[in-house]
């Protein structure tokens, strides 16, 4: 029987062993499942915050060119505007030169009246940053003149603005009207 009991407790250990390594290999498949969900639960993690930074920069940029839009619209909203009142700024100045030739005692009045709308005139297109292009005795530049006519000079170099023919006006740092001049030529 001694015999028997021997065989039953090497049975019994070879049976737990058994269930052991079962467990252990279990346990380890289980560890080997759980590693691989984990790391691929990350790699997802890791794709959207890519995804979600991508996402974010991009709406941040498209906010930014928006309140670039809104501000160019504001600073230029007004230019065909202006473009339209230059005419009117144009016929004041006109109106000075004809009137401030006259030695009629009646046009100083007139001259008067008409100096004071150009002085207003001349304050709104300063609120809204418009102003006169200054280009007398400069060299001629193709963006922002026009030449109209060439005139022999000598005295100057070739391309020196000698005459304005229209006034020039910038908007801002936009060009609202060439300026009509007439250069030297060599």
């Not at 009629?104 to 009246?113: D, I, M, Q, S, T």
């Not at 300063?126 to 006519?149: A, C, E, L, R």
Request: proline share 2%; with cysteine; hydrophobic share 35%.
């Amino acid at each position: 029987m001694s015999d028997n009991l021997e065989e039953n407790e090497d049975l019994e250990d070879a049976v737990e062993e058994s269930v052991e390594e079962e467990k252990e290999s279990t346990s380890d498949e289980t560890e080997n499942k759980e590693a691989l969900v984990l790391e691929k639960l990350m790699e997802e993690n890791a794709k959207l915050k890519d995804d979600y930074l991508r996402a974010f920069a991009e709406a941040e940029n498209t906010k930014k060119r928006c309140q670039q839009e809104i501000e160019k619209n504001n600073k230029f909203a007004i230019a065909n505007f202006a473009k339209n009142l230059l005419g009117v700024a144009d016929n004041l100045q006109r109106a000075i030169d004809v009137a401030s030739k006259e030695e009629n005692p009646a046009c100083e009045g007139l001259l008067k009246g008409v100096e004071l709308t150009q002085n207003e005139l001349t304050k709104v297109f300063d609120k809204f940053n418009i102003h006169k292009m200054d280009i007398m005795g400069t060299v001629f530049d193709p963006n922002y003149h026009q030449v109209v006519q060439e005139v022999p000079d000598k005295d100057k170099p070739a391309g020196t603005i000698v005459a304005e023919i229209q006034t020039g006006y910038m908007i801002n740092d936009r060009i609202l009207r060439e300026a009509m001049v007439v250069v030297t030529k060599a």
